[in-house]
């Protein structure tokens, strides 16, 4: 959510977007082949990670895999599902992440329909494709190879990307698996609807653009891509995806599949105490949220559980262990639909291991995770004795983002039947702009207003911001007067 503006801002200041998450390349896939790729600097040569991907039938789903080794044996098994077919968009998602050890460090699964993402600030047609399993068949290949061109909407938590494929002529190219008769396509990227509110014509002035070389020959499976692929740190700011090698798929020759289970979570719920609980409202969209603590072997539990009023239920949780570094364990967010089916869950260790791209990756002692479980962060950063306190959040982009916690001075907040004296704080990402972006910061930058109880442990009463991706209306969290003595709604539903 909060750091959904700064990943966003980055990307428009460096023109650059994931389109292809490294972690989901499942779409490399071409039928009865076994595609393998690797991905490279591209200005010194070093092999940053091989990929495999083939397709598969699960019941009557196809699926697409994506098998991904990094030099440190980071393994990461990926697969995107296509229930409704391989001429639509995916439907579903799941992917692991094992260091060399076997131990987990990160487990993602996603459904992949419009209701289960409260925050998305645009409409979802049945055309538009979620970013992270792209469906290369819905793309209109034969249109661009006539060098006209095609064009495609991406969709995730942060919003809308546009993809904009053009013809760029043909050529005969050589990578690893050999000489291909090749056509090169330009990929402009239109960030129009995910910044609504930026200037048309800064937009253009800083449209992204990429390179990929297709095969001439149908099915036109990737040959090479340049400048995404990885999301390789700061240490490796130029990468290549190529592909190593294609073979007939052999069943026998494929790696083996550990479970990708949606719920696979690092432990149970403890018993639980209420701290916290608040009515919100976002444009129409309404709710309930309880914020919850429990004590763990491994150390404090923190559990947030917003139930929206069309049935959709969130429940973020963050373990806190004071004695490590960083104090976050790990941040584990689920969502179960009107049913109480779990309908996504990503689960992220806080550690260097779960990011193989950046091994050298600075986790600040003092990071949290940056979802709603920050309402329970928050009271205990509320400054004291000065005006001010600074501390880090991270999430599941990996994205570390510096917060500022600014005292702003006393208020009186009006709950249900009783004001409330209140100390009144601004939430504020602090963003080093280039200069010649200053003018723009208005549009992309924003500020959270938080009012917090006078008395210890400074509950917090209200909480007014734009919760989301850019264009979302300003959400308001007002306290509820009395705290209400059972545990979360829903946490029956946790396994």
């Not at 760029?168 to 090749?182: C, L, Q, R, S, Y």
């Not at 798929?249 to 599949?257: D, E, M, N, Y």
């Not at 999430?395 to 001075?409: A, H, P, R």
């Amino acid at each position: 959510m909060i750091a959904d503006f700064h990943r966003a801002l980055l990307a428009l200041m460096l023109a650059g977007i994931a389109i292809f998450p490294s972690r989901a390349m499942a779409q490399l896939s071409v039928p009865g082949k076994l595609m393998t790729y690797r991905t490279v600097d591209a200005d010194s040569g070093e092999e940053l990670l091989r990929s495999r991907h083939w397709q598969t039938v699960d019941g009557t789903a196809a699926m697409e895999i994506a098998a991904t080794t990094y030099p440190a044996g980071t393994q990461v098994i990926s697969e995107c599902a296509f229930g409704k077919g391989l001429d639509r968009p995916a439907t579903a998602f799941r992917s692991v992440m094992r260091s060399a050890t076997g131990e987990l460090e990160r487990s993602d699964f996603d459904t992949f329909d419009p209701r289960y993402y409260p925050f998305v600030a645009q409409s979802i047609t049945g055309d538009m494709q979620p970013g992270t399993c792209l469906n290369r068949r819905m793309i209109d290949f034969a249109a661009v190879l006539r060098a006209d061109s095609a064009t495609t909407w991406l969709w995730s938590d942060s919003g809308l990307v546009g993809v904009i494929l053009q013809g760029d002529g043909d050529e005969t190219i050589t990578v690893p698996a050999g000489k291909f008769d090749a056509s090169r396509i330009r990929i402009d990227v239109d960030l129009s609807k995910l910044f609504p509110r930026v200037p048309e014509l800064f937009l253009k002035l800083v449209k992204p653009h990429f390179t990929i070389w297709v095969s001439r020959a149908d099915p036109h499976y990737v040959l090479r891509m340049d400048g995404f692929g990885s999301n390789a740190g700061p240490d490796h700011k130029n990468t290549r995806v190529e592909l190593a090698s294609i073979e007939n798929l052999k069943p026998g020759s494929l790696p083996a599949i550990p479970s990708l289970a949606p719920a696979d979570a690092p432990d149970s719920t403890p018993p639980l105490t209420t701290v916290n609980s608040a009515s919100f409202a976002q444009g129409g969209r309404t709710g309930k949220v309880t914020l919850a603590t429990g004590a763990t072997s491994g150390g404090e539990l923190l559990l947030t559980h917003v139930a929206f009023s069309n049935g959709l239920a969130t429940e973020s949780r963050t373990l806190i262990d004071h004695r490590a570094t960083p104090v976050t364990v790990y941040l584990d967010d689920r969502s179960f639909a009107a049913n109480a089916a779990m309908v996504r869950k990503h689960l992220l260790f806080f550690r260097r291991a779960a990011f193989p791209d950046d091994p050298k990756k600075d986790l600040p002692a003092e990071l949290y995770g940056g979802d709603t479980t920050l309402g329970l962060v928050l009271p205990r950063l509320l400054p004291h004795g000065s005006d001010e306190t600074i501390f880090h959040v991270m999430d599941f982009t990996g994205q570390v983002n510096q917060l500022k916690i600014m005292k702003e001075g006393s208020t009186t907040i009006a709950l249900t039947t009783d004001d409330r004296p209140a100390i009144h704080a601004q939430l504020i990402p602090i963003v080093d702009v280039p200069l010649l972006l200053r003018p723009l910061a208005y549009f992309f930058i924003p500020s959270f207003d938080a009012y917090f109880d006078t008395d210890a442990p400074h509950r917090l009463l209200k909480f007014e911001g734009p919760l989301g991706p850019p264009g979302v209306p300003n959400a308001t969290m007002i306290a509820d007067e009395n705290l209400p003595a059972a545990n979360p709604t829903g946490a029956e539903n946790t396994r």
